[in-house]
């Protein structure tokens, strides 16, 4: 009988459930549930930099889009469901009680931002980000941050725990323990609710909570207790054994299976981040650099242990044994903002065009709705058309992407975008072109920072919606890093991954490589460098970089 598993991928904006037939990757049945209260703005502050989503949605979209995709299959497919497993968004934690309750789904914390899962893009915790960073190095004992690049995030694990624990003492006080999401959601679906029992996972520890098998865990209460006091005793309240994605983490309880329509017997799968997993059903493979290409970028490469070696690469979000691939290094890196550059420009010129069509006269408000709608879906698509059209440096204009900050190389989320070179004939198109051109340029930087530590790069494999969507973004990658790049043909290669890994969680494949090989779906596209690009883009990169220097100078020095 065919045997089918469930991957379902939380992302920043919505959660999509994909059922996949385990033998040979064919995918089902797909549904995709937008969060109403992130859509709705509640909970964020984007002024402060602060993203928080509220556990509801989570709980509110796992139930709707595995119902749905069991409505949409074939009768009796859903007696023929093996496993689970889930990615999420991540560093994404929430302060969670004894139970394992996440606070916000108390009464009491049913409104308060800090109580809720803290978003992988929530900077509120540069300063004690730094304060980490600080410590680590000056102690005298220890560097924690070592497998994290040198350099630890404030969009990571405890960094963001610091800042709530010292901004919030009510949360502060209720909290007995912290839950990444990818964690929460298996222990959920399973009925643990001791946070002490959550079989933890190997990537999200790894990667954001600078643990690691030769620091016995986490850092240690010492470590911790000087960074501050607040932290005291909380190694205890957390984990030190961690797991990676093929193993099980139960089976579905009493609850879900009812609340899912499955069975108890589906197994669920140990969770974890959705760039990592998503790197599996793009069919990563050693030196293969791996984009996830949506509203930031997350870049994901895998390495034979015993090839790296000793080799600490600087600047990046860890390398961690299992984080991707069992058996294979993990290496992480990535921007902090790729597609949501081009989302501000729009939002940047939308905002008064809004405005002013809103206080018209001449429209009744289904027309000026209509219009509205025409203008925000025609944006991107007339700014590429005309951007197209512009020589590579016809404008002189050069643009940073860090308008998020700065993931990789070399964290620090204080940056800040900036533009060079406008002037009174600059105009929309060439200020478009100027920052897909910036967030290719991070692209390039990141690839260089692999080589120049001495991790090479064989090829590139993009996955996610700017990859899928749009030409012209990728074109321009492939011109200024000049290497071909690979798009994976799954629409959804992280729920792809997941329900690869479930596959294996279940018994179906005894590796992930093999799952890989039976449930891949392969290459849709190659982009070719083109080489007289190619060679116009090293002049703007070099100004890239040297502006880069100057903000980066200016803003240090503030």
Same mark, same amino acid.
């Given at each position: %009988? ?21 033998? $040979? ?8 549930? $937008? ?42 497919? =859903? ?56 410590? =680590?190095?000056?102690? *005298? ?68 909570? %600078?643990?690691?098998? @030769? ?6 209460? &010492? ?27 139960? $089976?579905?309880? =009493? ?5 899912? *329509?499955?069975?108890? @017997? ?15 059903? *793009? ?26 070696? $000793?080799?600490?690469?600087? *600047? ?11 058996? %294979? ?35 009744? &408000? ?85 080589? &120049? ?20 973004? %990728? ?16 629409? @959804? ?49 070099? @100004? ?9 100078? &200016?803003?240090?020095?503030?």
């Amino acid at each position: %009988m065919t045997k089918y598993t469930l991957g379902v991928d939380y992302g920043t904006d919505s959660v999509r459930t994909l059922l996949v037939d385990a033998t $040979n990757g064919n995918e089902i049945s797909s549904s995709v549930y $937008n969060y109403p209260r992130w859509k709705a703005g509640k909970y964020c502050d984007p002024s402060k930099n602060r993203f928080r989503q509220h556990p509801l949605d989570y709980l509110e979209g796992i139930e709707k889009t595995i119902r749905e995709v069991i409505a949409k299959s074939p009768a009796g497919i =859903a007696e023929n469901i093996v496993a689970i497993s889930v990615d999420t968004t991540g560093s994404t934690p929430v302060a969670v009680d004894k139970n394992g309750t996440p606070l916000a789904l108390l009464p009491e914390f049913a409104e308060n931002p800090n109580a809720m899962f803290v978003l992988w893009k929530d900077h509120t915790a540069t300063a004690e980000a730094e304060e980490i960073n600080t410590l =680590a190095r000056s102690w *005298g004992g220890i560097d924690y941050t070592r497998f994290e690049g040198g350099i630890y995030s404030s969009e990571w694990f405890w960094a963001k725990i610091l800042h709530v624990l010292r901004e919030d003492d009510s949360v502060r006080n209720a909290a007995y323990s912290w839950v990444e999401h990818c964690d929460w959601i298996p222990a959920l679906l399973t009925g643990i609710h001791d946070p002490l029992q959550l079989k933890r996972s190997r990537c999200a520890a790894g990667h954001k909570a %600078m643990w690691h098998a @030769q620091f016995d865990g986490l850092p240690s209460e &010492e470590f911790l207790v000087r960074l501050d006091p607040l932290l005291a005793g909380l190694r205890s309240r957390l984990y030190s054994d961690t797991y990676t994605c093929e193993v099980k983490a139960g $089976n579905l309880n =009493a609850e879900w299976a009812k609340r899912l *329509g499955l069975s108890e @017997q589906v197994i669920v799968g140990v969770g974890s981040f959705d760039a990592h997993i998503g790197a599996l059903g *793009g069919e990563i493979k050693p030196y293969y650099l791996s984009k996830i290409m949506g509203t930031s970028t997350c870049d994901i490469l895998i390495a034979p242990s015993e090839e790296v070696g $000793n080799k600490f690469v600087k *600047g990046i979000c860890g390398q961690v044994d299992g984080s991707v691939v069992p058996g %294979m290094l993990g290496l992480e890196a990535g921007q902090s903002a790729f597609g949501d550059v081009y989302a501000w420009f729009k939002a940047l010129l939308l905002g008064p065009t809004e405005a002013l069509i809103n206080k018209s006269t001449s429209l009744d &408000e289904a027309a000026k709705l209509k219009l509205l709608d025409e203008i925000s879906d025609s944006m991107i698509p007339w700014l590429t058309a005309e951007a197209e059209k512009i020589e590579i440096g016809e404008t002189g204009i050069v643009a940073l992407d860090w308008l998020n900050g700065r993931r990789t190389p070399d964290a620090n989320q204080l940056l800040k975008g900036a533009i060079l070179g406008l002037n009174l004939g600059s105009e929309a198109p060439g200020i478009f072109r100027a920052l897909v051109e910036a967030t290719a340029f991070g692209s390039k930087k990141i690839i260089e920072r692999f080589t &120049e530590e001495g991790i090479p790069i064989e090829g590139i494999i993009a996955l996610g919606g700017v990859a899928k969507k749009s030409p012209f973004v %990728m074109q321009v990658v492939a011109d200024v890093i000049n290497k071909p790049i690979l798009v994976a043909r799954s629409e @959804q290669a992280c729920a792809l991954g997941s329900a690869m890994a479930a596959a294996v969680a279940g018994g179906l494949f005894a590796t992930i490589a093999e799952a890989q090989h039976a449930m891949g779906s392969g290459f849709e596209k190659e982009y070719i460098p083109i080489p007289a690009n190619a060679g116009k883009y090293k002049y703007l990169y070099d @100004q890239y970089a040297r502006f880069g220097e100057l903000v980066e100078k &200016e803003t240090m020095t503030k």
